[in-house]
């Protein structure tokens, strides 16, 4: 196994102890996380923080291991297999979570779910007509700004929720609106081989 992949692996493992942190109900086990306030205005809970800090590294790893596995000829099947794997339990495992804790609307997990659901299918019977379909620019622009959205959403949007800028707020529904164009975009530039004819 290359660097790249292990690399990819250790996402998911920070991927997973985030969604663990903010799954568990601590206090039934007598835990609390300490809460502060910044300026006075915003009331933020440690637990999130951490969170936040575990999610800025697993994305910078996925922008480093991506980087790594092109540049130094290392891409492997394994490797596009477990960063899509990485990516879908970071990011969407958060945003649900986000949406059940009341930080987010429940329909950007909807939308983004559904929108990976539909775009995994068309990428397998992509692959099973002999075609790879790799991740479009505008996907992997969605991908930042969502990364970007979510770690700022875990940080309460400090320091611009101290001028009542929703600047994660404005990312994550910006990265939702290009969830849904770039699999629209998946879709008519796959349409041809997802009505083709099997004549087996």
């Not at 297999?81 to 649900?96: E, F, T």
């Not at 320091?159 to 998946?186: N, Q, T, W």
Request: hydrophobic share 50%; glycine share 6%; aromatic share 12%.
């Amino acid at each position: 196994m290359n660097l790249p992949n292990k690399i990819t692996l250790f996402r998911i493992v920070l991927s997973i102890c985030t969604l663990v942190l903010l799954l568990i109900p601590w206090y039934h086990f007598g835990i609390s996380f300490p809460t502060f306030s910044v300026a006075g205005k915003v009331v933020i809970e440690s637990k999130y923080l951490i969170a936040g800090v575990l999610f800025v590294i697993a994305s910078l790893t996925d922008i480093f291991d991506g980087y790594l596995a092109r540049s130094k000829n290392m891409v492997t099947d394994f490797g596009k297999v477990m960063d899509a794997i990485a990516d879908k339990i970071l990011v969407n495992g958060v945003l649900i979570l986000l949406a059940h804790d009341g930080f987010i609307s429940v329909l950007i997990p909807i939308v983004v779910v559904t929108r990976d659901t539909i775009v995994d299918s068309i990428k397998c019977v992509c692959a099973n007509q002999g075609k790879v379909v790799g991740a479009s620019k505008m996907a992997k622009v969605k991908t930042i700004l969502m990364m970007i959205g979510v770690s700022f959403m875990l940080f309460y949007n400090v320091p611009f929720e101290l001028v009542r800028l929703p600047f994660a707020d404005i990312f994550i529904y910006l990265a939702c609106i290009l969830s849904i164009i770039s699999g629209c975009e998946y879709y008519y530039t796959s349409k041809n081989l997802l009505f083709k004819k099997n004549n087996s």
